[in-house]
């Protein structure tokens, strides 16, 4: 778009993206829980000809491994490691990473209290 100081702004083109996953909570014991998951991201783009860029459809596999402590019932903090790597885009099964490259690592730390 264009703002009024005649500037032409380009936002992104991404249309929708969906993430799936698949996740098993095993109880080690009272305190910590294991979370192996299976996720898999899906991110279709519109065209755009301004910016030379054509559509897209990218999926994504991860899996990640998770580490859940609980110490009480109302608090707990969870540290997830992944690794994504892209398998699938516009149409054909490619493999645009490399497996397990220590680049598409991620570490994510959540925590949530409950009221």
């Known amino acids: 778009f264009e ?20 996740q098993v909570n095993y109880k080690i014991n009272r305190l910590f829980r294991l979370q192996p998951r299976l996720s898999w991201f ?3 783009k519109m065209r755009s000809p301004v910016n030379g860029l054509s559509s897209s459809h990218v999926t994504s596999f ?8 609980r110490p009480t019932r109302n608090f707990n903090t ?7 790597t892209k398998f699938y885009a516009n149409r054909s ?4 990473d490399t497996p397990y490259d220590p ?13």
Do not use: C, H, M
């Open 78 to 84: 969870t540290i997830i490691y992944s690794n994504t």
């Open 62 to 69: 991860a899996p990640s491994l998770g580490l859940e402590w």
């Open 42 to 44: 899906d991110e279709w």
């Open 3 to 22: 703002t009024q100081s005649g500037k032409t702004i380009y936002t992104t083109n991404k249309q929708a993206e969906l993430e799936s996953y698949v």
């Open 103 to 115: 680049n598409n690592d991620q570490l994510v730390a959540l925590t949530s209290y409950r009221f």
């Open 93 to 96: 099964f490619i493999r645009t």
